[in-house]
C-alpha cells in the first residue's frame, strides 16, 4: 500500500514494497513533433496539442538503463523519451553534450535529472523557452557557485565516501585524474537498498564511474530559477542527504514529492518517478 498525504505542493508518499523493474526496455529515440495528440480527461475532446518529449539524464554510478522502468511507463501513455547518456567528466562538459541533443529535439520538452544528473540539467535547460519543466530525482539542484560535493557536505548523512572505490585515469590532454565507482559489494546498501539484489549486483557490475572533477566543479547558471521545477526526494537516501534535498528542493519553489526509498528511486519506485514527471507534463501544457 501506498499512503499518499499532500500539504500544498509537497505530497509525501511511502512505501513497504518496491516495484521490480523486468525486461530491458530501451526508450527510443522520438522526436516531439511525432507523439499522437492525446484526449483532454474532462471533456473527451481530441487534443491535437502534441505531448511533450521526456529527455531524461542519468548521474553518476548509473546508466541509460536506469530509466527503463519509467521509460516503459512514459511511453505507454503516449509520451516519446530519450535517455541521455552522460559522460559524467563534469557540469559544463556534459551540458554541453545535452544540450546538443535538446536542440536536435523539436518541440517542448521535460527534462529529468537524477542525482549528478541535476547538476547537468540545471545548466543545459538554462535559456530555452522549449523546455516547459524540470524534474529532479534525488538530485542537486545547485545555485551558481557550489558544487555536489559541497551540496553533499551541507548536511550530515551521506555515507558514500566510504564506499567510494577511486581509479587513476589518464586523461585525453595527458592530465592524471580520478574516475570514481563504488565498491561492488557495497553498491546494494549505499545506492540501491530497496531493489532486488540481483538488480542491484547487475547495476553494480555495469556502473559509469564519475571524474572526481565533476563534483568539485562550480555550477554556473541555475535553469531552475526560471523554469517551473518538480522534485522527487528520497528520505533513506545515503548518497544526497535527504535533509540537502529538501533544501535544494525549498530554495527552488519546487514541487516535492517525498518518497521513502533508496538513491535508485527510479528503479524502486519507477511508478512514482513516473506520475511526478506526467504531473509537471500536464502541469505545463
Not at 122 to 142: C, G, M, Q, R
Request: net charge neutral; hydrophobic share 45%.
Amino acid at each position: 500500500m501506498l499512503n499518499i498525504k499532500s500539504a500544498g505542493k509537497r505530497g509525501v508518499l511511502t512505501g513497504t514494497t518496491a516495484a521490480v523493474v523486468a525486461g530491458a526496455a530501451f526508450g527510443a529515440f522520438a522526436l516531439a513533433g511525432t507523439a499522437s495528440a492525446d484526449t483532454n480527461a474532462k471533456g473527451g475532446k481530441h487534443d491535437p496539442r502534441p505531448k511533450p518529449t521526456i529527455v531524461l539524464e542519468h548521474g553518476a554510478f548509473a546508466d541509460s538503463s536506469s530509466w527503463n522502468g519509467v521509460i516503459s511507463r512514459l511511453r505507454a501513455d503516449g509520451y516519446p523519451v530519450v535517455a541521455a547518456a552522460n559522460p559524467l567528466r563534469g557540469p559544463h562538459y556534459d551540458a554541453t553534450a545535452l544540450r546538443g541533443l535538446l536542440d536536435h529535439i523539436k518541440g517542448p520538452k521535460i527534462v529529468v535529472g537524477h542525482s549528478y544528473g541535476g547538476n547537468v540539467i540545471s545548466e543545459a535547460a538554462a535559456n530555452d523557452p522549449d523546455i516547459k519543466a524540470l524534474v529532479y530525482v534525488a538530485a542537486f539542484l545547485p545555485a551558481p557557485g557550489e558544487t555536489a560535493l559541497e551540496l553533499t557536505n551541507k548536511f550530515p548523512g551521506s555515507t558514500l565516501p566510504d564506499a567510494l572505490d577511486p581509479v587513476p585515469v589518464t586523461n585525453p590532454d595527458g592530465t592524471q585524474g580520478t574516475d570514481l565507482y563504488i565498491q561492488q559489494d557495497k553498491f546494494r546498501h549505499q545506492f540501491a537498498a530497496d531493489v532486488p539484489r540481483n538488480v542491484a549486483a547487475l547495476a553494480a557490475a555495469g556502473q559509469r564511474p564519475i571524474a572526481q572533477a565533476a563534483l568539485e566543479e562550480k555550477a554556473t547558471v541555475a535553469a531552475w530559477k526560471t523554469v517551473p521545477s518538480w522534485d522527487v526526494v528520497t528520505t533513506e537516501d545515503l548518497n544526497i542527504p535527504p535533509a540537502a534535498q529538501r533544501f535544494m528542493a525549498e530554495r527552488a519553489n519546487a514541487h516535492v514529492t517525498e518518497v521513502a526509498a533508496s538513491h535508485s528511486v527510479a528503479v524502486s519506485h519507477p511508478g512514482i518517478v513516473t506520475r511526478v514527471i506526467e504531473d509537471a507534463a500536464h502541469a505545463t501544457r
